[in-house]
């Protein structure tokens, strides 16, 4: 894999200081469910931030809540001082400046790798069809899929087709990622190679909130562990403080059940 900066061609300049992603008091219920309680966060820009627990905790809503992608009952978000939009042109401008990466990959099967990645620079940010390939083909040589440029989907890994979709949500020079268990359909040889293209994103200063089982990644690339539970945020703490000295009893029953295998 290249070890070109993947963020280099938008993060020349030193990004600004201060909260890229507030959540404020929301709330979210599917039916009688109450899946986000109560729940405020904010994310400062350049900030790593993995969103851990059990399954059915609402870290997956949450992630979801941030592009709208599920609207929620009360409460507020904004992204970079902007309150999140309701419907229409606001949303979709919204929605390219927040990339997304699925567990499912949810790329487009009918075109090429190449297609899936100019698509969205063409026909949201009016990218020439020369720039968006030219920019395409590099973010597809930095992921170490660019000799895939002209395949389908279909022929390529479970691990490849997730760096492909990293790559198609960097193409729209998003403001933040958010990636929600990114490596959960993966089979376990084709983990690391998508983790080690979220720990160079990482390194190199890009905004991310990721919801993950990945307890290594959470360990050694976030700035801050989110531990939720019963549509709650728990806990929040620093890695370090986290894994070896968590504080609430939720949190230790948790660890205790997965760092144990």
Do not use: W
């Amino acid at each position: 894999m290249s070890d070109v900066s993947l963020t280099k061609d938008f993060a020349d300049a030193a990004p600004p200081a201060g909260d890229l992603v507030v959540l404020d008091s929301v709330n979210k219920h599917f039916g009688a469910l109450h899946v986000l309680q109560d729940i405020n966060l904010t994310i400062r820009r350049g900030e790593v931030v993995v969103v851990i627990g059990p399954s059915g905790s609402g870290k997956s809503t949450l992630c979801r809540a941030i592009n709208r992608l599920e609207t929620i009952d009360d409460g507020a978000i904004s992204i970079d001082g902007e309150p999140l939009p309701e419907e229409g042109r606001e949303l979709a401008r919204l929605r390219a400046d927040v990339g997304m990466v699925f567990q499912s990959f949810n790329l487009f099967a009918h075109k090429t790798v190449l297609q899936n990645v100019t698509l969205g620079p063409i026909k949201v940010r009016r990218k020439s069809r020369a720039d968006a390939e030219e920019r395409a083909r590099a973010l597809l040589d930095r992921v170490g899929v660019g000799n895939q440029a002209d395949k389908y989907p279909a022929q390529l890994s479970g691990g490849q087709q997730q760096r492909v979709a990293i790559a198609r949500a960097l193409a729209m020079e998003p403001k933040v990622m958010l990636f929600d268990e990114p490596t959960s359909a993966l089979d376990p040889e084709m983990i690391n190679e998508v983790l080690e293209v979220m720990q160079q994103l990482a390194r190199e200063g890009m905004t991310m909130i990721v919801v993950t089982h990945e307890m290594g990644f959470a360990r050694s690339a976030a700035n801050r562990v989110v531990f939720m539970a019963d549509g709650r945020i728990v806990e929040e703490a620093d890695p370090h403080q986290f894994f070896d000295n968590p504080r609430s009893d939720r949190a230790k029953d948790f660890l205790s059940k997965i760092l144990q295998h």
